[in-house]
């Protein structure tokens, strides 16, 4: 197991850490869907190599899903979207820069205690998948978390359930996993995109969260 | 016998999903209320029909057993008298326009596929098949509360979307663990999600691993009930859904995702050298309840303050789950029972309530038991039940989990009853104004559906006063299975 192949499954797995880092600091929509797409196509090739290692070849179906839906298909748009809705503008981080990157840290370090610890007896590949995975989906949180705009919001959303989708492909022969990664995608596809900013623009000429806020039945 | 029982299970998936189909295509909206009507009927006939017949053996994938029968029953039993209200409720919505005939199409057929998915996480055997029903039941109930299309209602809505799918997602990662520390023990493949394979061999799971799986999904579906502090979707969800919503909201899918968790419970306790799951369900129960109790002094909003109501009384079902042994489950499984029936029945006065006046905001409710004596009684009936008063049921369960902590753990009993009390105090200051006060608002003469709320508030009373020995029998024995 230790070896090349060992190494190429870390190395992508830790390269998807990387790239959610690199959301934490995007402050443009058009560079946050970019580096999204960016966060796919490192799932893509994650899972197609878990896919060859483990011999599992329904993994190739998640795989191609991630490559073609989420790192294509949403990404072109998400870009019609905020182009039709005219708002390339900044988007206002609720926290800086600097404390969301520490945050983030924070979380990986802490992924990482929690689920090395916890797994000595795992197979090794699939700890350390698991760490790296919740490491993903922290960070994930925290995107959404510190953004106010509802299209990185669930940009934040679709990173997390990467996360998800990596750390079911690293626990070996788990059933089901095409058949979540294809809900998600729909999910994703359906309620999202289709209803949601549909028609939050529709109504409020806005896909600012905040613009939601004013109301709340109780304070005013 | 068990091939009919076999048909019984795959009725109460079925009929929801051919109903489904049926209610998208008919146009004509009577014909569709009446055949939504039909169709919760006939599942709550195949669900009464798991009690009398043979269950069938536990599959790879689907499972009867004592514990899910007692939620599948009351789930069909709510889902029909719900489909009941909901036909007078959205007879007014379409006259008064807040609805179109074609939201209509979409909301019946919805009302159908959530009645499946909740079923589906009650039988099923799988734990990853569990997981996807529980989010398909949400997804429905996510379009649906944004039904109106009200900047609250998309709001309210949005909100539930993002909190529930963060929540869904903690919950994946944690089956996800689960099959992680089963699979060196019970090998690769569909096995290591089978419920009953997982509870067999629990025992030899890691139990670090098991731990850190529980905390992921006590905080995932512990979303979905509501607990907090992760419950901040539900009272904008109730408050904004149309409210046949809010009554199956508050009386079944927060049940659902009870079930859940109760699942994972046994899981854990199955396992010797995991932590013991109940001090973290009495700290989240006993949270929720207390939080929930001091909000509802400030509630203006009538559907809101019901939906405080319900994340307290979750705080107490999960309270008295956490704190465990014979007494406790069974006043917690008592306590889920009469709570569902009776913030069902109250949403159904609330609706028809705020139908009539014209509004929701408690300040502009008055003196119904004057001008609309069917409706005022039946709440001031739910809220008196609901406050915990005797001799209503939820008195008698509340009682039941108040004496069993005092026996155990008389420490917890002090914030437990603190926050009972000021519930209690809560709920009926506002009830006073609401139903004897001077009548406020339009006097217009109810067309209201009074058989489904005064049904479950007669049962509520009833099981206040007499609880049949073959029902304490059942009850007692399901609640020997939670440990």
Do not use: C
Request: charged share 10%; hydrophobic share 55%.
């Amino acid at each position: 197991m230790h070896g090349l192949t060992f190494d190429i499954a870390h190395l992508l797995a830790g390269g998807l850490v990387l790239v959610s880092f690199m959301m934490l600091y995007q402050d443009r929509l058009f560079a946050l869907i970019n580096v999204f797409a960016l966060h796919a196509v490192v799932l893509a090739l994650s899972v197609a190599w878990q896919a060859y290692i483990q011999d599992a070849h329904h993994l190739y179906v998640t795989a191609a899903i991630a490559l073609v839906f989420k790192a294509i298909v949403i990404p072109v748009g998400l870009h019609r979207i905020i182009q039709r809705l005219g708002i390339h503008r900044d988007i206002e981080t609720a926290v800086g820069i600097g404390p969301t990157m520490l945050a983030g840290i924070g979380l990986v370090t802490l992924s990482m205690v929690l689920m090395l610890r916890v797994t000595p007896e795992a197979d090794p590949l699939a700890r350390e998948d698991l760490a790296f995975a919740l490491s993903i989906i922290l960070l994930g949180l925290l995107v959404m978390v510190t953004r106010r705009n509802a299209v990185s919001q669930v940009v934040g959303f679709m990173s997390l359930e990467n996360g998800l989708v990596l750390a079911a492909t690293g626990a070996k022969g788990m059933p089901l996993v095409v058949e979540i990664s294809v809900a998600f995608s729909i999910l994703i596809a359906f309620i999202v995109i289709g209803v949601f900013l549909f028609r939050i623009r529709e109504r409020f000429d806005s896909v600012d969260i905040g613009a939601l806020d004013d109301y709340r039945g109780e304070r005013r | 016998m068990t091939a009919f029982s076999f048909d019984a299970v795959a009725a109460i998936l079925l009929i929801p999903v051919g109903a489904a189909a049926l209610l998208a295509a008919f146009p004509n909206y009577r014909v569709t209320a009446r055949l939504n009507v039909a169709a919760s009927f006939l599942t709550l006939l195949a669900a009464l029909s798991l009690l009398v017949t043979d269950r069938p053996q536990p599959g790879q994938y689907l499972l009867v057993d004592d514990l899910n029968i007692v939620f599948i029953v009351l789930n069909t039993f709510v889902g029909f008298t719900t489909s009941v209200f909901s036909a007078s409720y959205i007879a007014h919505e379409l006259e008064t326009g807040r609805l179109t005939v074609s939201n209509l199409r979409f909301y019946h057929a919805m009302f159908q596929i959530m009645m499946f998915g909740m079923n589906l996480a009650f039988v099923s055997n799988n734990i990853g098949l569990m997981w996807v029903a529980v989010e398909l039941a949400t997804l429905t109930t996510v379009l649906m509360v944004g039904l109106y299309r009200t900047h609250e209602a998309l709001e309210a809505a949005w909100k539930y979307f993002i909190l529930g799918s963060v929540g869904i997602a903690l919950a994946l990662f944690g089956t996800i663990l689960v099959y992680m520390a089963a699979q060196p023990v019970v090998g690769e493949g569909t096995n290591a999600m089978v419920w009953t394979v997982l509870i067999v061999h629990a025992a030899r799971f890691d139990p670090a691993l098991l731990n850190v799986a529980f905390v992921f999904l006590l905080l995932g579906y512990g979303t979905k009930v509501g607990l907090a502090p992760l419950h901040a979707w539900l009272p904008d969800a109730h408050a904004e859904g149309p409210t046949p919503i809010s009554a199956v909201l508050s009386g079944l899918l927060l049940n659902v995702a009870l079930y859940a968790v109760l699942r994972f419970k046994l899981l854990l306790a199955a396992s010797p050298d995991a932590i013991a799951p109940g001090p973290l369900m009495i700290t989240m129960g006993l949270t929720s309840l207390i939080f929930a109790a001091f909000m509802l002094y400030r509630r203006r909003d009538i559907k809101r303050l019901f939906a405080y109501s319900s994340i307290e009384h979750m705080g107490i079902i999960v309270f008295a789950f956490g704190m465990g042994g014979p007494l406790a489950n069974f006043a917690g499984l008592l306590h889920m029972v009469m709570h569902s029936l009776t913030k069902s029945a109250i949403f159904f006065a609330v609706g028809h309530i705020s139908q009539v006046k014209g509004t929701q905001k408690i300040a502009d409710i008055s003196g119904l038991t004057e001008t609309h004596p069917g409706l005022g009684w039946a709440l001031v009936m739910g809220v008196v039940a609901i406050a915990g008063l005797p001799p209503l049921g939820i008195f008698m369960s509340e009682f039941l989990v108040v004496s069993s902590t005092f026996a155990r753990q008389p420490l917890l009993a002090i914030p437990l009853v603190f926050g009972l009390l000021l519930a209690f105090g809560a709920l009926l200051l506002r009830l006073t104004g609401v139903a004897f006060g001077e009548p406020r608002g339009s006097t217009a003469p109810a067309e209201a559906s009074y058989v489904p709320m005064y049904s479950h508030l007669a049962l509520v009373f009833a099981a206040g006063i007499y609880l049949p020995p073959p029902l304490v029998t059942w009850f007692q024995h399901v609640a020997r299975i939670l440990g």
